[in-house]
């Protein structure tokens, strides 16, 4: 068994459990958090954070191997990116998106520069979720169509249009079913749904799969194919090779609008700017959010290709949002843009996910019988957690209850025990930590993995 090591105060860590009992009492009276039966959470109380680490008013710090909800890309409190949002703030806090403000029109300078292909026209909204909307919206209308393909095992926001789109059961308490929304399975040869052996076998039977659902549906009644280009919270299945382009040919064929949901992927993740870059696929529309400014403040948006702009050359676009462009998040966007490419961050998630992270999660599948199969890139991985070796029976069911998913708590709180936050979703644990962070960091973190897993392994079929 690994020793459980003792919670030591950090010097910037200073316990303060007072202030921490009265942040709680406030958050328990007044704040109503999301995704969550109320009285049936605990929430932590954060003192602050620094770097790819956030500490309680105990003194307790953690290692964040979720970057929040796998947005703070350069890590906490950045000094540079804090800095230029004190400067806007103190030169113009906000205005009207009507007009062309400075910050606004840099950072879509900046982005549209990083985008694939033509994608130079920049919609900016407040969050992913609203990017998405925005995206289908100028689909429907460029197409005159009515319907969107999009895959289980997904996620695409919590808004009425992205709940229906996404593919995972967050969707099934609103989902309308008169959302004009289709849902097809994407490849993913762990657990295929194609009965495929190989790669080249799930990718073929995938796309044989999606042109068959496009004919039965009416190629003329859908507007757009939208795919998360690698799957995030639904497990980051990496597309075989090959897929993502044969999307683009058929969307090409039927006159569909392709869409991809590069919102969490998207500004480093993959170790490229945008995980389209390592399928060499060019959307019509793109939406993107988190990474683009760490989430310091909130900001998303779509980047748009010629033929859909000019769609609205003359013809006014009939959407928008009061806070579109905000220059707060604007000027934190072009700060981040600035730093990941004078720091190298995006090259040094390339470059410790090649080095560190896969060789160090291959290792440990093969320590530990509860890991199924490890799977992503960059700063983006999967383990996919199971009971049974021979059957691939996850670790806990889908969508499991409370009573189900005791392995995957026992997991977590193993983690934190070790000062380790986990991601956890279902049967997976995901390793998403900041692009920045050090090898070093990687490594403490690795081993606090390690004594998680070990954890998990007390609860196989052997």
Known sequence: MTSQPQAQPQPHATPDPATGRAVKAADRAHVFHSWSAQELIDPLAVAGAEGSYFWDYDGKRYLDFTSGLVFTNIGYQHPKVVAAIQEQA??????????????????????????PGEL?????????????EHAIRMARLH????????????????????????????????DSGTAGVVHFWAPFLYRSRFYAESEEQECARALEHLEATIEFEGPGTIAAVILETIPGTAGIMVPPPGYLAGVREIC?????????????????????????????????????????????????????????????????YPGGLTYSGHPLACAAAVATINVMAEEGIVENAKRLGETVLRPALTALAERHPSVGEVRGTGMFWALDLIRDPETQEPLVPYNPSASSNAPMLAFTNTAKQHNLWPFVNMNRTHVVPPLNITEAELKEGLAALDAALTTADNFMVL
């Open 143 to 174: 197409t005159g169509r009515p319907k969107v393909l999009s895959a289980y095992r997904s996620y695409h926001g919590g808004t009425q249009q992205a709940i229906n789109l996404t593919g995972d059961p967050r969707r099934w308490p609103s």
């Open 120 to 132: 130079d026209k920049i919609f900016f909204t407040n969050a992913g979720a609203d990017a998405v």
């Open 252 to 316: 090409d064929r039927y006159g569909i609008v392709f869409v991809l949901d590069e919102v969490m992927s998207g500004f480093g993740r993959t170790g490229e700017w945008f995980a389209a870059d390592l399928f060499d696929v060019v959307p019509d529309l793109m939406t993107f959010a988190k990474g683009v400014n760490s989430g310091y403040v909130p900001l998303g948006g779509v980047a748009i290709s010629p033929e859909i702009a000019d769609t609205f050359a003359t013809r006014p």
């Open 90 to 115: 103190a030169r113009m806090t906000t205005f009207a998106p009507a007009f062309a403000i400075e910050a606004r029109s840099e950072a879509a300078r900046l982005i549209a520069e990083r985008t």
